[in-house]
């Protein structure tokens, strides 16, 4: 999808105008954390809770091996984009791979419900998740930098995707034996947005002053936005052929108004193990399901080719006003002439099987000081050309049922990263606060806003809840139903020796 592409890709550029996929994971181990059953529904609180709506959990995130210091550049005392003639063409490849990769994931917690009994724990969950993936290649960047340099280009897969639903989850755990518990979270689904792009190969040839473009791409969208095309929308198009071109300009609401495009289904299954005194391992898939989508557009690009004027070259003069507002949007509407995709079919339908997660971690406790534990936590993504992996170390520190803490490093393919977390549960009031990417180098925008100016792997999680005190009341029913039973007990046996004298 042209624009979609353009507008992540520009995100990107912009350096994290928006900023998390399945929940806090420097949270998996920490002691008291409500939500520790969306990583793994074998998980059991140690108390009942009923969430705050909405502040009850907030994660918020980014992922990627690309940054700010990738794409400005400060020249004369202004930032300037890559595409400066002043920044050259080494400077900017040599900090790209061949895939260049951007994740922003967003999960709001709308309500959570924890009922612990004995041996069991029951869970329910409503929250709505946001996912986008944007995959923009080396050779991309090489044509918009490099442009003349060859006479052609071959680019391949370049690729975005959004995804956001509502999730209604009902969830048990069960303790089976005393070094076993098993765990499932049965997932109804309520679809917003689907739209996924994809252009699996692109051939530029420099014909005369201009470039040919031949393209091999596709592009789905199931949402409440009506896209129309050139034809129905009234558009100026210079060919007849152009009447299909998919209309951005033109985006609306449907016409029912309704902002539910599909429905679905999914189930997490889990289980923990104590091994042996202190070793604890813990495995979990999550979202198994299957999603069907309606309002469906589909749309292709005709491969018969069209011709692109190229991209403007970017200055930075003392009398000329150039912002980087400015900048951007000259580049964004020079990448928009790039793609060109026609529909195909409208109002259809759509469906196939949602991302999962696997999550497989292993925790023990130092026979020195059972209060601190390390572990090791390793989760796989997989959704298709947008997999990732991640392994994260854990040391973490539990002194008092009523606080605990930990530190963490990760490692994946979007670089290293630290993170850390501080929760406070207390008998009726739990608290959360960390970040699973801690940045340490700074920039300043604004002269206020601060944001990471290497990779974008940053981060903001917090949460308010409030915590049952049934068990500890049950706890201290159980011990003074005890001391009276005793206490009757003693009085009996006093009793009998009296009556024997």
């Not at 920044?87 to 709001?108: M, Y």
């Not at 419900?113 to 946001?130: N, P, V, Y």
């Not at 558009?235 to 998919?246: F, H, R």
Request: charged residues 20%.
């Amino acid at each position: 999808m042209k624009k979609i592409i353009i507008l992540m890709a520009a995100s990107v550029l912009a350096a994290g105008s928006a900023f998390a996929q399945q929940s806090f994971r420097s949270a998996y181990f920490l002691d008291g954390y409500n939500h520790r059953h969306e990583f793994n529904p074998a998980f059991a609180s140690r108390t009942s809770y009923f969430s705050v709506p909405v502040i009850s959990a907030f994660n918020l995130e980014t992922q990627s091996n690309l940054g700010v210091s990738t794409f400005l550049y400060p020249v004369n005392g202004k930032l300037t984009t890559f595409m400066n003639s002043s920044v050259s063409a080494d400077e900017f490849l040599g900090k790209l791979d061949p895939e260049n990769r951007l994740n922003l994931n967003n999960r709001i917690s709308l309500f959570s419900l924890g009922i612990k009994s004995r041996k069991s724990f029951l869970t329910f969950d409503a929250g709505m998740k946001t996912t986008t993936d944007v995959n923009l290649p080396y050779g991309l960047f090489d044509f918009m930098k490099n442009a003349g340099k060859y006479q052609q280009y071959e680019i391949s897969d370049i690729s975005a995707k959004i995804d956001s639903r509502l999730e209604f989850a009902l969830g048990y755990s069960r303790q089976v034996s005393d070094r076993l518990n098993v765990g499932a979270r049965v997932k109804f689904l309520v679809g917003i947005a689907n739209i996924e792009a994809n252009i699996d190969r692109m051939s530029i040839q420099m014909n005369e002053d201009k470039w040919l473009i031949q393209s091999q791409g596709t592009l789905k969208s199931s949402s409440f936005m009506d896209i129309k095309t050139k034809g129905e929308s009234g558009a100026e198009i210079s060919d007849p052929s152009d009447k299909d071109l998919l209309d951005f300009d033109s985006i609306k609401a449907t016409e029912d108004g309704s902002l539910i495009s599909g429905f679905g289904a999914a189930i997490d299954l889990g289980a923990e193990m104590e091994v042996i005194d202190g070793l604890k391992i813990s495995f979990a898939v999550n979202d198994l399901g299957y999603m069907s989508w309606k309002n469906t557009i589909s749309a292709q690009t005709s491969g018969k080719g069209w011709s692109f004027e190229g991209f403007d070259e970017v200055a930075l003069d003392g009398d000329k006003e150039n912002s980087l507002k400015k900048q951007f949007k000259d580049l964004t509407d020079d990448m928009m002439d790039m793609f060109d995709f026609r529909r195909t079919e409208k109002d259809g339908m759509n469906g196939g099987m949602i991302s999962a997660t696997i999550n497989a971690g292993v925790e023990y406790s130092m026979p020195f000081y059972r209060d601190l534990t390390a572990g090791v936590l390793s989760s796989t993504h997989i959704n298709g050309g947008y997999t990732w992996t991640e392994a994260r170390l854990f040391a973490n520190h539990k002194p008092a049922r009523w606080f605990s803490c930990g530190v963490n490093y990760a490692v994946s393919k979007f670089g290293s990263t630290m993170g850390a977390v501080i929760g406070f549960h207390t008998s009726g009031f739990s608290m959360f606060v960390g970040s699973d990417h801690l940045n340490f180098k700074l920039a300043k925008a604004n002269d206020s806003l601060l944001y990471p100016y290497e990779r974008l792997n940053a981060d903001i999680n917090f949460g308010i809840a409030s915590r049952s005190i049934w068990e500890n009341n049950g706890v201290v029913m159980k011990r003074s139903g005890r001391r009276a039973c005793q206490s009757a007990e003693a009085h009996q046996w006093q009793k009998q020796i009296k009556n024997s004298s």
